[in-house]
Protein backbone atom coordinates (compact mmCIF):
# COMPACT_ATOMS: atom_id res chain seq x y z
CA UNK A 1 0.00 0.00 0.00
CA UNK A 2 1.39 3.48 -0.91
CA UNK A 3 1.87 5.62 2.29
CA UNK A 4 2.51 9.39 2.45
CA UNK A 5 5.92 8.33 3.44
CA UNK A 6 6.33 6.89 -0.01
CA UNK A 7 4.64 9.98 -1.74
CA UNK A 8 6.93 12.52 0.20
CA UNK A 9 9.86 10.08 -0.04
CA UNK A 10 9.56 10.08 -4.70
CA UNK A 11 8.65 14.00 -3.92
CA UNK A 12 12.22 14.59 -2.26
CA UNK A 13 13.82 12.18 -5.21
CA UNK A 14 12.29 13.96 -8.09
CA UNK A 15 13.09 17.31 -6.82
CA UNK A 16 16.64 16.44 -5.99
CA UNK A 17 17.20 15.31 -9.15
CA UNK A 18 16.17 18.74 -10.73
CA UNK A 19 18.35 20.06 -8.02
CA UNK A 20 15.52 23.02 -6.70
CA UNK A 21 15.22 23.48 -3.02
CA UNK A 22 11.72 22.59 -1.11
CA UNK A 23 11.37 26.75 -1.51
CA UNK A 24 11.31 26.44 -5.35
CA UNK A 25 9.17 24.05 -5.83
CA UNK A 26 6.70 25.59 -3.27
CA UNK A 27 7.15 29.06 -5.76
CA UNK A 28 5.78 26.91 -8.34
CA UNK A 29 3.29 25.89 -6.57
CA UNK A 30 2.23 29.02 -5.22
CA UNK A 31 2.16 26.97 -1.54
CA UNK A 32 4.54 27.62 1.36
CA UNK A 33 7.76 25.73 1.34
CA UNK A 34 6.37 24.08 4.98
CA UNK A 35 3.93 22.40 3.17
CA UNK A 36 6.70 21.04 0.57
CA UNK A 37 8.25 20.03 3.90
CA UNK A 38 5.56 18.06 5.65
CA UNK A 39 4.82 15.78 2.18
CA UNK A 40 8.59 14.95 2.11
CA UNK A 41 8.47 14.09 5.41
CA UNK A 42 5.35 11.92 5.30
CA UNK A 43 3.43 13.92 7.66
CA UNK A 44 1.22 14.82 4.55
CA UNK A 45 0.29 14.13 1.10
CA UNK A 46 -0.78 16.45 -1.96
CA UNK A 47 -4.28 16.21 -3.37
CA UNK A 48 -4.83 14.48 -7.07
CA UNK A 49 -4.92 17.99 -8.26
CA UNK A 50 -1.71 18.75 -6.67
CA UNK A 51 0.17 15.46 -7.87
CA UNK A 52 -0.74 16.60 -11.56
CA UNK A 53 1.28 19.26 -11.16
CA UNK A 54 3.38 18.24 -9.34
CA UNK A 55 4.48 15.94 -12.49
CA UNK A 56 4.35 18.47 -14.89
CA UNK A 57 6.63 20.38 -12.52
CA UNK A 58 9.11 17.63 -11.72
CA UNK A 59 9.54 16.36 -15.09
CA UNK A 60 8.14 12.83 -14.43
CA UNK A 61 4.69 10.17 -15.36
CA UNK A 62 1.95 10.54 -13.38
CA UNK A 63 2.56 6.63 -12.76
CA UNK A 64 6.31 7.67 -10.77
CA UNK A 65 3.65 8.29 -8.51
CA UNK A 66 2.21 5.11 -8.11
CA UNK A 67 3.22 2.03 -5.67
CA UNK A 68 4.59 -0.16 -8.67
CA UNK A 69 6.37 2.11 -10.39
CA UNK A 70 8.55 1.13 -13.20
CA UNK A 71 10.17 3.12 -15.93
CA UNK A 72 7.85 4.25 -18.63
CA UNK A 73 10.78 3.60 -21.03
CA UNK A 74 11.60 -0.04 -21.45
CA UNK A 75 15.32 -0.55 -23.20
CA UNK A 76 14.45 -3.96 -24.85
CA UNK A 77 11.64 -2.92 -26.68
CA UNK A 78 11.89 -2.58 -30.45
CA UNK A 79 9.75 -0.21 -32.82
CA UNK A 80 7.12 -2.52 -34.72
CA UNK A 81 7.88 -2.41 -38.40
CA UNK A 82 6.41 -0.16 -40.66
CA UNK A 83 4.11 -1.32 -43.18
CA UNK A 84 5.75 -0.38 -46.77
CA UNK A 85 8.27 1.67 -45.11
CA UNK A 86 10.83 3.19 -47.99
CA UNK A 87 13.89 1.66 -47.95
CA UNK A 88 16.52 4.88 -47.03
CA UNK A 89 19.72 5.17 -49.73
CA UNK A 90 23.05 5.38 -48.27
CA UNK A 91 23.26 9.18 -49.04
CA UNK A 92 20.41 9.16 -47.53
CA UNK A 93 20.92 8.08 -44.32
CA UNK A 94 24.28 9.84 -44.44
CA UNK A 95 22.63 13.10 -44.95
CA UNK A 96 20.39 12.62 -41.67
CA UNK A 97 21.90 14.11 -38.22
CA UNK A 98 20.64 13.00 -35.17
CA UNK A 99 18.67 15.62 -33.40
CA UNK A 100 20.21 17.19 -30.55
CA UNK A 101 17.85 17.46 -27.15
CA UNK A 102 19.16 18.58 -24.01
CA UNK A 103 16.01 18.27 -21.94
CA UNK A 104 16.14 17.35 -18.19
CA UNK A 105 19.41 18.46 -18.60
CA UNK A 106 21.68 20.11 -15.22
CA UNK A 107 23.59 23.24 -17.37
CA UNK A 108 25.73 25.29 -15.21
CA UNK A 109 27.82 27.73 -16.11
CA UNK A 110 27.41 26.90 -19.86
CA UNK A 111 27.73 29.09 -23.28
CA UNK A 112 24.87 28.52 -25.63
CA UNK A 113 25.28 32.22 -27.16
CA UNK A 114 24.68 32.55 -30.60
CA UNK A 115 22.49 29.22 -31.03
CA UNK A 116 19.44 28.82 -33.35
CA UNK A 117 16.30 26.91 -33.16
CA UNK A 118 16.17 25.45 -29.64
CA UNK A 119 12.53 24.91 -29.41
CA UNK A 120 12.39 22.13 -27.20
CA UNK A 121 15.53 21.17 -26.26
CA UNK A 122 15.45 22.77 -22.87
CA UNK A 123 12.35 21.53 -21.21
CA UNK A 124 12.36 20.72 -17.89
CA UNK A 125 15.78 21.39 -17.38
CA UNK A 126 17.65 23.07 -14.73
CA UNK A 127 19.93 26.00 -15.60
CA UNK A 128 22.34 28.10 -14.09
CA UNK A 129 24.04 30.81 -14.88
CA UNK A 130 24.23 29.94 -18.74
CA UNK A 131 24.69 32.88 -21.86
CA UNK A 132 22.28 32.36 -24.39
CA UNK A 133 23.32 36.41 -25.72
CA UNK A 134 22.36 36.97 -28.98
CA UNK A 135 20.49 33.73 -30.00
CA UNK A 136 17.71 33.07 -32.14
CA UNK A 137 15.26 31.24 -29.63
CA UNK A 138 12.08 32.34 -31.16
CA UNK A 139 9.54 29.71 -31.14
CA UNK A 140 11.24 28.25 -27.52
CA UNK A 141 9.01 26.18 -25.64
CA UNK A 142 9.72 25.71 -22.08
CA UNK A 143 8.06 23.36 -19.40
CA UNK A 144 9.09 22.69 -15.69
CA UNK A 145 12.41 24.32 -16.24
CA UNK A 146 14.35 26.08 -13.42
CA UNK A 147 16.43 29.00 -15.18
CA UNK A 148 18.19 31.02 -12.58
CA UNK A 149 20.95 33.80 -13.26
CA UNK A 150 21.21 33.12 -17.10
CA UNK A 151 21.46 36.17 -19.59
CA UNK A 152 19.10 36.22 -22.28
CA UNK A 153 20.22 39.65 -23.62
CA UNK A 154 19.55 41.10 -27.19
CA UNK A 155 18.05 37.75 -27.78
CA UNK A 156 15.09 36.70 -30.15
CA UNK A 157 12.43 34.70 -27.83
CA UNK A 158 9.84 35.58 -29.79
CA UNK A 159 6.43 33.29 -29.99
CA UNK A 160 7.80 31.27 -27.23
CA UNK A 161 5.70 29.35 -24.40
CA UNK A 162 6.98 29.26 -20.93
CA UNK A 163 4.99 26.97 -18.66
CA UNK A 164 4.90 25.93 -14.91
CA UNK A 165 9.29 27.10 -14.94
CA UNK A 166 10.72 29.29 -12.24
CA UNK A 167 12.59 32.38 -13.44
CA UNK A 168 15.22 34.04 -11.03
CA UNK A 169 17.55 36.70 -11.60
CA UNK A 170 17.96 36.57 -15.46
CA UNK A 171 18.54 39.22 -17.89
CA UNK A 172 16.34 39.51 -20.59
CA UNK A 173 17.70 42.96 -21.57
CA UNK A 174 16.70 44.06 -25.17
CA UNK A 175 15.39 40.96 -26.28
CA UNK A 176 12.28 40.42 -28.25
CA UNK A 177 9.95 38.67 -26.55
CA UNK A 178 6.60 39.72 -28.46
CA UNK A 179 3.80 37.35 -28.57
CA UNK A 180 5.55 35.32 -26.00
CA UNK A 181 3.26 33.43 -23.10
CA UNK A 182 4.27 32.87 -19.76
CA UNK A 183 1.67 30.48 -17.89
CA UNK A 184 1.76 29.20 -14.22
CA UNK A 185 5.27 30.75 -14.22
CA UNK A 186 7.56 32.32 -11.22
CA UNK A 187 9.55 35.57 -12.19
CA UNK A 188 11.67 37.08 -10.25
CA UNK A 189 14.26 39.01 -10.05
CA UNK A 190 15.07 39.63 -13.84
CA UNK A 191 15.91 42.43 -16.43
CA UNK A 192 13.76 43.42 -18.76
CA UNK A 193 15.37 47.10 -19.67
CA UNK A 194 14.61 47.90 -23.15
CA UNK A 195 12.59 44.24 -24.19
CA UNK A 196 9.62 44.23 -26.49
CA UNK A 197 6.96 42.83 -24.26
CA UNK A 198 4.54 43.35 -27.45
CA UNK A 199 1.59 40.96 -26.91
CA UNK A 200 2.83 39.05 -24.28
CA UNK A 201 0.69 37.59 -21.96
CA UNK A 202 1.79 36.49 -18.59
CA UNK A 203 -0.96 34.68 -16.67
CA UNK A 204 -1.45 32.47 -13.66
CA UNK A 205 1.74 33.26 -11.75
CA UNK A 206 4.19 35.38 -10.07
CA UNK A 207 5.86 38.44 -11.57
CA UNK A 208 8.14 40.10 -8.52
CA UNK A 209 11.19 42.44 -8.08
CA UNK A 210 11.57 42.95 -11.73
CA UNK A 211 13.12 45.77 -14.03
CA UNK A 212 11.29 46.88 -17.05
CA UNK A 213 12.72 49.79 -17.88
CA UNK A 214 11.87 51.04 -21.28
CA UNK A 215 10.30 48.13 -21.91
CA UNK A 216 8.08 47.79 -24.68
CA UNK A 217 4.41 47.45 -23.29
CA UNK A 218 1.86 47.23 -26.10
CA UNK A 219 -1.00 45.43 -25.92
CA UNK A 220 0.59 43.17 -23.03
CA UNK A 221 -1.83 41.09 -20.80
CA UNK A 222 -1.16 40.33 -17.36
CA UNK A 223 -3.58 37.98 -15.78
CA UNK A 224 -4.57 35.94 -12.60
CA UNK A 225 -0.45 37.13 -11.90
CA UNK A 226 0.78 38.41 -8.37
CA UNK A 227 2.43 41.39 -8.92
CA UNK A 228 4.56 43.06 -6.80
CA UNK A 229 8.04 45.36 -6.27
CA UNK A 230 7.59 46.64 -9.80
CA UNK A 231 7.81 50.29 -11.43
CA UNK A 232 6.11 50.56 -14.38
CA UNK A 233 7.50 53.49 -17.10
CA UNK A 234 7.22 54.94 -20.65
CA UNK A 235 4.31 54.40 -22.81
CA UNK A 236 1.63 51.61 -21.55
CA UNK A 237 -0.65 51.00 -24.48
CA UNK A 238 -3.25 48.93 -24.68
CA UNK A 239 -2.48 46.91 -22.15
CA UNK A 240 -4.65 44.45 -19.92
CA UNK A 241 -4.59 43.99 -16.18
CA UNK A 242 -7.47 41.09 -15.03
CA UNK A 243 -7.38 39.62 -11.53
CA UNK A 244 -4.34 40.34 -10.17
CA UNK A 245 -3.13 41.22 -6.86
CA UNK A 246 -0.54 44.13 -6.48
CA UNK A 247 1.50 45.28 -3.80
CA UNK A 248 4.53 47.62 -4.09
CA UNK A 249 3.46 48.86 -7.18
CA UNK A 250 4.61 52.00 -8.92
CA UNK A 251 3.43 54.03 -12.05
CA UNK A 252 6.15 55.99 -12.50
CA UNK A 253 6.40 58.38 -15.43
CA UNK A 254 4.35 56.66 -17.33
CA UNK A 255 1.45 57.35 -20.22
CA UNK A 256 -1.30 54.98 -20.11
CA UNK A 257 -3.99 54.56 -23.15
CA UNK A 258 -6.89 52.27 -23.66
CA UNK A 259 -5.21 50.16 -20.63
CA UNK A 260 -7.97 47.91 -18.84
CA UNK A 261 -7.68 47.22 -15.31
CA UNK A 262 -10.26 44.76 -14.02
CA UNK A 263 -9.22 43.68 -10.55
CA UNK A 264 -10.42 43.92 -7.01
CA UNK A 265 -7.80 46.44 -5.41
CA UNK A 266 -6.28 49.20 -6.88
CA UNK A 267 -5.63 50.78 -3.77
CA UNK A 268 -2.17 49.71 -3.06
CA UNK A 269 -0.91 50.92 -6.97
CA UNK A 270 1.01 54.21 -6.42
CA UNK A 271 0.97 56.23 -9.49
CA UNK A 272 3.59 58.98 -9.79
CA UNK A 273 3.36 61.94 -12.53
CA UNK A 274 1.62 60.15 -14.63
CA UNK A 275 -1.07 60.86 -17.52
CA UNK A 276 -4.04 58.68 -18.58
CA UNK A 277 -6.26 58.79 -21.13
CA UNK A 278 -10.32 58.98 -20.11
CA UNK A 279 -10.86 55.40 -20.64
CA UNK A 280 -7.77 54.24 -18.72
CA UNK A 281 -8.52 57.07 -15.94
CA UNK A 282 -12.26 55.70 -15.70
CA UNK A 283 -11.23 52.13 -15.06
CA UNK A 284 -8.88 53.03 -12.37
CA UNK A 285 -11.56 55.06 -10.78
CA UNK A 286 -13.49 52.19 -10.62
CA UNK A 287 -11.26 50.00 -8.55
CA UNK A 288 -10.93 53.20 -5.99
CA UNK A 289 -7.18 53.84 -7.29
CA UNK A 290 -5.82 56.76 -5.80
CA UNK A 291 -5.10 59.04 -8.67
CA UNK A 292 -3.39 62.55 -7.47
CA UNK A 293 -0.72 61.43 -9.11
CA UNK A 294 -2.55 61.30 -12.57
CA UNK A 295 -3.23 63.61 -15.29
CA UNK A 296 -6.19 63.19 -17.51
CA UNK A 297 -5.17 63.57 -21.35
CA UNK A 298 -7.33 66.27 -23.50
CA UNK A 299 -9.18 64.39 -25.92
Not at 226 to 255: K, L, M, P, Y
Request: with cysteine; proline share 2%.
Amino acid sequence: MLTTLMIGNKIAEARKKMNISQSQLAEHLFISSQAVGKWERGESMPDIITINRLAEILGVDLNYFSENFKSAVNETAQPAPLVNQPVETASEKKQKKPGIDMSRGNWQDADFSGLKNLNEKFSSSNMQRCLFTGSDMSGLLLKSNNIESCDFSDSDISNSYIRSSFLSKNTFKLCSLKESEFSASYISGCDFSGADLSNVVIKSGGFEKNIITNAVLNNTSFINTQISDIIFDGTIEDCHFENCSFTRVTFQNATLTNTFFKCKSLKKIQFIECVADKLTYAFLKNGKADLSGITVLAS
